[in-house]
């Protein structure tokens, strides 16, 4: 029995979110654990899957897997498992992480979990999974012989295994068919409005809505985000009002977040946008309203003006 684990690469090593995936398939025990690295398995991604606990590292270098093809690296994810033999096949629940497994499961024939955060049983394989934006939590069942699921971001720390793994490299010979290659990522452009991929990696978050009072009443927010080294996150009528960019918008038609600590200042707590952070682990609300729904569905509660508590806050921490 064993578990193949898609890594996806960031900066030359393993990204954040494959790292806990990593984690969170070792804590299953469901056997050898292996890496599928689509690309070259540079020495620091080896290092991340040595420090994980990896027995093999999959290297799926064929120069035609080198653009971004769901379909191509679904067959290197096929390929990877048979060569493992793997009973459970595991993807960060990230876009490409979803998108891989979802053609695995069409093309197989098999049932998909995604973004799970909790495992109950392997065989049945039982999952707790983030459904409705994070809203809420359902518990699926995944009956097919080879299980699929892809692990909601921050579910689990990215702790290194007891024991380092061996990590060895083995080159995979993946057939990809022309086909599969139809629809691939041919040019990678930063958007002039910004990048959202810190909001969604933050351990921290700094969240402000209309409290801020206009586009000059962020200036507490970005030094606190700077001082705990997270990222500014708004609200929607905040980016409708133009005070700050579309990519900072954290719900349901913008960014959907899981960081540690979710500091959300003057945001009055829609349903929208309450499916954009639900996920968070601890979140502290700051508003002069006690009956705000942000307030009464937060895990801490400051009753107050944010331009009064944050510099309070900023001036405590040095």
């Known amino acids: 029995m064993s578990v193949v684990v898609l890594v996806e690469v960031e900066e030359g090593r393993a990204s954040l979110v494959s790292r806990e995936t990593l984690a969170f398939a070792r804590s299953l025990g469901a056997g050898d654990l292996h890496a599928l690295v689509v690309g070259s398995a540079s020495g620091a991604v080896l290092a991340d899957c040595r420090e994980a606990g990896v027995v093999v590292v999959h290297e799926a270098a064929d120069p035609a897997l080198e653009r971004y093809a769901a379909a191509a690296w679904a067959a290197a994810v096929e390929t990877a498992g048979r060569a493992a033999r793997a009973d459970l096949v ?9 998108e891989v497994l979802a053609h695995v499961a069409a093309r197989r024939g098999l049932r998909m979990a995604a973004n799970v955060v909790a495992v109950e049983s392997l065989s049945p394989l039982v999952v707790q999974r983030q459904v409705v934006g994070g809203a809420a939590l359902e518990r699926a069942t995944v009956p097919s012989r080879v299980r699929l699921l892809s692990m909601a971001g921050h579910a689990v720390e990215p702790t290194p295994a007891d024991a380092p793994g061996e990590a060895r490299v083995q080159p995979l010979a993946v057939a990809v068919d022309p086909k599969d290659l139809r629809a691939q990522v041919v040019r990678v452009e930063r958007r002039e409005q910004g990048d959202s991929s810190g909001l969604t990696a933050a351990k921290v978050v700094v969240g402000a809505g209309r409290g801020a009072g206009g586009p000059d009443g962020f200036a507490a927010v970005d030094a606190l985000a700077e001082r705990l080294g997270g990222a ?5 009528v905040v980016t409708s009002l133009g005070w700050r960019p579309h990519h900072e918008q954290v719900g349901q038609t913008g960014s959907r977040i899981a960081p540690d600590l979710y500091l959300a200042c003057g945001i009055s707590g829609s349903i929208q946008h ?45």
């Open 232 to 236: 500014v996150g708004v609200s929607r």
């Open 274 to 318: 309450w499916a954009g952070c639900a996920s968070s682990r601890t979140i502290i609300a700051v508003n002069t309203d006690a009956d705000a729904p942000m307030v009464t569905k937060a895990d801490y509660a400051v009753i107050g003006d944010m331009h009064e508590v944050l510099p309070a806050v900023l001036e405590e921490l040095g």
């Open 90 to 98: 595991v993807a960060p629940g990230t876009g490409r992480g979803n």
